[in-house]
């Protein structure tokens, strides 16, 4: 009777460790040991928010670039105003270019002073020489902040000031119905983030680069840059995509090495979690 039982706990064992090791199977495949193009970067942390005037100081915007130094080629900013002007000089000095961005909303005031700061940045040679593109308006036309025709002349406002490479960052979809929008701009700045659409993240990198083929096909001779893309570690789940780290670092593993063979030009969404975005985007916006 012992040794029944004791071949039947041996089974037990068995099958536990076999259950084990399947649960705890590497899911990611090898390691990118490459640096990352660009990444998103908002310099705002627990506590602090745009949306109630609690902004970071200077001094925590160097600790971010610090941590970025030698990790990634690139940082994307989305506004020139509290402190974030001073972000291309900053990132000189670790090493780390910069892709400025323009902020557009439905407050034409607070618009020009966005562009009037772009314009005293780029006044300053060493901030000038750090910076590689303009994005004037971050996704405006689809939250219907700004129409195109006002879009279009702000984009030409910049244009006229700068050599730099200007263009404005919007969802693949909003590229594709406003494909007007590509004659006016030096390059097509995209966002594609499977997760929004529900794709399930299996199927995720496919999508994104069926979405980017399309954008080649349709735009040819325009420069493709994905200026938003990524996987959220953290959540509500949106049909079949699951926000959480494990699927995080899958999908940004084999985009990158993807973005890599292809020579894919990206920035990933993004350097450091943000909590205010619990706000306006609920618990996942928080998590990218």
Known sequence: MRIISFI????????NLGLWSYVNRPLFGDDYSGTIKGVSYSPYREGQSPLNNQHPTLDQIREDLKVLRG???????????????????????????????????????QNRREIENLFNSLKDKNARRNITHILVGNEALLRGDVTFEELVDYIRQVQKKTKIP?????????WLKYPELAKEVDFVAAHVLPYWEGIPMEKALDHLIMRYEELKTKFKGKKILLTEVGWPSDGRIKRSAVPDESNQARFLRQFLTVAAT????YHVMEAFDQPWKREIEGGVGAYW
């Open 166 to 174: 200007v263009s404005s960052a919007d969802t693949w979809n909003i």
């Open 262 to 265: 292809q020579k894919i030009d």
């Open 71 to 109: 990790k990634v080629e690139n940082v994307r900013t989305y506004s020139t105003q509290n402190g974030l002007d001073q972000v291309p000089l900053l990132a000189q000095k670790e090493g780390i270019k910069t892709m400025v961005g323009v902020w557009l909303n439905k407050d034409k005031e």
């Open 8 to 15: 039947v706990l041996l089974i037990i064992l068995a099958g």
